[in-house]
Nanobody, 121 residues
Framework: QVQLVESGGGLVQAGGSLRLSCAASGTIFSINAMGWYRQAPGKRRELVAAITSGGSTNYADSVKGRFTISRDNAKNTVYLQMNSLKPEDTAVYYC???????????????WGQGTQVTVSS
């Protein structure tokens, strides 16, 4: 079993910053890509940012220049630094990881439980 545990969400004023963390644990052999998605009320879940095991990143156009994704492979943890937050960034943020599990060496995709980010105007 693999678990992803997120932390760092909350309420912040527009222009403020938050840092999300997501730690993976369990029967992990290795982790390939990790990423952050978000889902606002009434909208589809969308990719915010992703990072490969080698450190290559990609971002949604709406967050480029404001958000930074990073990871600590030794800790199986991915971070999302969010600066210059806007009310439209309000959503539940979900962590995602492509995990190769021990024994079978099969890759599975896992999701965190989600953390609420609310940006007030």
């Amino acid at each position: 079993q693999v678990q992803l545990v997120e932390s760092g969400g909350g309420l912040v004023q527009a222009g403020g910053s938050l840092r999300l963390s997501c730690a993976a644990s369990g029967t992990i052999f290795s982790i390939n890509a990790m990423g952050w998605y978000r889902q606002a009320p009434g909208k589809r879940r969308e990719l915010v940012a992703a990072i490969t095991s080698g450190g290559s990143t990609n971002y949604a156009d709406s967050v480029k220049g404001r958000f930074t994704i990073s990871r600590d492979n030794a800790k199986n943890t991915v971070y999302l630094q969010m600066n210059s937050l806007k009310p439209e960034d309000t959503a539940v943020y979900y962590c995602n990881a492509e995990v190769v599990v021990v024994v079978t060496r099969i890759e599975y995709r896992y999701w965190g439980q989600g953390t609420q980010v609310t940006v007030s105007s």
